[in-house]
């Protein structure tokens, strides 16, 4: 309460401090009303801590302040079972490097199966939503990898010190993939259900390493995509394609899965982390996203009003 009266005095000053201060009226009222959404949501938080003793650790999700709010009531009244369930719906180790880490032990198969089935959405270019699709033939190529770890047959992220394709080991300009260090890939617009509420998709599919020039994934590359990649031209230069030209190279069920008015671009990918420990999936055009679950309300407000 303290702090809502001393903003309304601000508010109600503003004409008499400075000609310089009135600026900042006009997002007063907007900051105002997040400072009363606040203290509501403090207060229902006070209210639940006097009625219960189990409040979740600090690992509730980052949804929204009014749902974090809810899961913590309702988690507090729940058994020791329904903490547990949680917990296991806890999905920051999607997301947080230390929490990934201590989760899938180097088992990046895993890693990367999980963030297909979550639907997880890649903050590309600050902001551009995608969600990971993995094709089918993909994800049982990582499935066997992941149930039969070993160090030496996970998918590769290189370090920080590689923050560009060109920068790996063996790096040549062709269409080569090998499922591990180089991955098939397409940016997907126009997606009419694609999480993260951009329309985009980033799939990443299986590519032949003894053949580079054979098409093996019916949702993959086409032969025509093979023979003609050169993905580290400007996209502006490059051959965009529509469903029916998927259809017609081959991919039957383009339109069935990301809708009729979608088009795409194939690009080769890999992955690499930057000093953070974030993992990052990179085109080798240069253009990147890390693994995100977008902005909360109060963010996006915050961007609008300050350009964070």
């Known amino acids: ?25 006009p997002v007063v009222p907007v900051i105002l009303s997040l400072v009363l959404a606040s203290i509501s949501a403090a207060s229902a938080f006070q209210l639940s801590t006097r009625n219960h003793s189990a409040i979740p650790s600090t690992t509730t999700p980052r949804a929204s302040g ?3 709010i809810i899961a913590m009531a309702s988690s507090a009244t729940s058994t020791s079972t329904g903490t547990e369930n949680v917990k296991e719906n806890n999905k920051n180790y999607l997301y947080i490097p230390s929490e990934r880490d201590a989760h899938y032990q180097g088992n990046i198969a895993r890693y990367l199966l999980d963030l297909h089935e979550e639907k997880a959405t890649f903050d590309f270019c600050g902001g551009m939503m995608f969600q990971l699709v993995l094709t089918d033939k993909l994800q049982s190529h990582l499935q066997k990898l992941a149930n039969d770890f070993q160090q030496g047959n996970q998918p590769k992220i290189h370090p920080s010190a590689m923050p560009r394709m060109s920068n790996i080991p063996n790096y040549d300009r062709s269409a080569h993939a090998d499922n591990l260090t180089l991955f098939h890939g397409r940016e997907i617009r126009k997606v009419p259900n694609a999480n993260g509420g951009t329309g985009f998709v980033l799939q990443l599919s299986y590519a032949d390493d003894t053949n580079p020039s054979k098409a093996v994934d019916p949702q993959g590359w086409s032969a025509r995509e093979i023979s003609g ?14 469903a029916a030209t998927y259809k017609e190279e081959g991919f039957e069920t383009f339109d069935e899965e990301f809708g009729p008015e979608a088009f795409g671009l194939n690009h080769r990918f890999y992955l690499h982390y930057d000093n953070g420990g974030r993992m990052w ?22 961007g609008l009003l300050f350009g964070i």
């Not at 230069?237 to 529509?242: D, K």
């Not at 999936?281 to 915050?302: F, H, I, M, W, Y």
């Open 1 to 25: 309460p303290l702090l809502t009266i001393h903003a309304i005095f601000f508010y109600s000053q503003l004409d008499s401090i400075t000609s310089e201060a009135t600026m900042f009226k």
């Open 66 to 68: 009014r749902n974090n």
């Open 229 to 242: 990649y050169d993905g580290w031209r400007h996209d502006a230069n490059r051959q965009w394609r529509r």
């Open 281 to 302: 999936l990179s085109a080798e055009d240069g253009c990147e996203g890390t693994p995100s679950q977008g902005r909360n309300l109060v963010g996006k407000l915050g």
